[in-house]
């Protein structure tokens, strides 16, 4: 275990108490809700459903699980320590300071290139709607909108997603309704297909719920973000205890019953279901009038959230690392209470990814997605390995600060692991994915090798 000379930091720097507490727990319970919809549910479960069928539903399934774990680990180090560096403040002080560089700038550059990507993403719908008009436009100006919200209090933060959030709840809840009643048969002008399209339960056998599963494990990315956000919330513990305990009913409402409502009423190899997004295929086939072009603006608010939670995400993550002594000192220069120049690199960062969409998309764009492929996974395994040692450590320590706990630790913090090992088999198992597991694993080892470089030569000081 590494000695406290090298993994602990002055408190105001671990908890982050330079930066106002400007988050009211309504907005820290909305970005919590809402935050678990992510740009990925709407967009990116479409080709999972033809990889996977039916059995699509088990494979959201097993990944929420994992997931619910891993928020738990999370939420039971973030209400003993909250920091605006989360899982890399965690791993920093349990592991050491290599592991926090590693995990914080890896996880800092997948966060900047996903602002780029929803960016194109939100683009791409605007011009559907408005053809001709060039998308790089429309990126640039959102990320002007949203550079903009960034770099003010970050009170204008929480009201952007509070009400982004409030839409995407709103409305997934709606289409589960409406998806629910015309499976029951009662909702006027459908029938009820009963269990027809569910026959074909496994169509592409056992390879293909392993796409399916790797495709629903990436598509829950963006629930870190309210482990970030309660560092400057007026009360972060009571937050991040509040969010983690409901993740689990919000997973099963959202993500598993979702599916099962997309894979029961719509074939599973209809072309809609990939070309339109599983949720607009779905209401086009229940025949609703303009429901699927009102379920695009939802995608677009989707989008457009992930955009603002992942400036914000980056900004904070970029600005615990400096203030930890993990990076260069100009960006976590404060103004406003709020790490201005980080919030700018970031945005430019996330355009520079859109230019190259445009400049290579064969060459240094791929090889950037590739490189971030994997990222959450390596994180995922970085606040298990944290939570592990921090336990034994918090209950020896201060005992009093364990509002959150793992359940059954420390076998299900074991069972995680595995679970997070047997994603990476899989991964290997296929091309695309080994192609970006290997360009991770790179981009990891290298950090993690800078982040080491740099403990010894502090050390010695």
Partial sequence: MPSSTTTETPPQQQ?????????????????????????????????????????????????GLLVMLVMRMLGEMSAAYPSSGSFSAHAERAIGPWAGFAAGWSFWVLLCTAVGLEGIGAAHIVTGWLPGTPEWMWVALFMVVFCGTNLAAVKNFGEFEFWFAALKVGAISLFLILGALAIAGVLPGTNSPGAAHLTH???????GLIIGLLASVFSYGGMETVTIAAAESE?????????????MWRIALFYVGSMAVVVTLVPWDSKEVVEKGPYVATLDHLGIPGAGQLMNVVVLVALLSAMNANIYGSSRIAYSLVERGQGPKVLAKLSGGVPRIAVLVSC???????????????????????????VILVVWIFIAVSQL????????????????????FPWLTWVALAGMAAIFVLMAREQD??????????????LAAVGYLRQRARARR
């Avoid at 994915?433 to 290298?446: D, E, I, Y």
Wanted: hydrophobic share 50%; charged share 15%; proline share 5%.
């Fill in 348 to 374: 430019v960062l996330g355009f520079v990814c859109v230019l190259l969409s445009y400049w290579s998309p064969n060459g240094a764009f791929k090889w950037l997605l590739n490189m971030i492929g994997a």
């Fill in 235 to 247: 009360n972060p513990v009571k937050g991040v205890a509040s969010a983690v305990r409901t993740a």
């Fill in 433 to 446: 994915t080994r192609v970006q597991l290997c360009s991770t694993g790179g981009m990891t080892l290298l």
């Fill in 389 to 408: 040692l921090l336990r034994r450590r918090i209950e020896r320590e201060a005992p009093e600060k364990l509002v959150v706990r793992m359940w059954a």
């Fill in 15 to 63: 908890d982050g108490t330079s930066l106002p507490h400007g988050l009211k727990q309504r907005h820290l319970s909305m970005i919590a809700l809402g935050g678990v919809i992510g740009a990925g549910l709407f967009v990116g479960s479409g080709a999972g459903i033809a990889a996977a069928g039916p059995s699509i539903v088990i494979a959201y399934t097993l990944s």
């Fill in 201 to 207: 339960f496994l169509p592409h056998g056992s390879e």
